[in-house]
């Protein structure tokens, strides 16, 4: 028998925000990978992101497993980034007493 080399092409590629997309998707490997680690399988994964084709759900669960230091290390610096936006966020819109500003908006009749 003879050994063949076979190099397979991950279906991942940065967009220019720095996020990881799959298979010309707008499905996040954040997406993928927590699913993943939440206990989906990949055809549960399929079902619920159909743009993703199967085969690209198990590459990219193969991906994660071979390279899950890099791959933590990236959703970590994401998670980081999400938390720094949810933060100045909330700090231009103060959120406190909303309910009852559009309570009292609605019964003077404004939109």
Partial sequence: MVATTYTEIIPLK???DGVILVSKTR?????IVTAFSEGASAEEISYQYPSVPLGDIYSVIGYYLR???????????R???AQEVRKQNEERSNASG?????LARRK????
């Fill in 14 to 16: 940065m967009n220019k």
């Fill in 27 to 31: 499905v996040t490997l954040d997406t």
């Fill in 98 to 102: 909303i309910r009852e500003r559009l």
């Fill in 108 to 111: 003077s009749g404004k939109r």
């Fill in 79 to 81: 998670e980081k980034l």
């Fill in 67 to 77: 390279k899950k230091k890099q791959v933590d290390i990236y959703l970590k610096r």
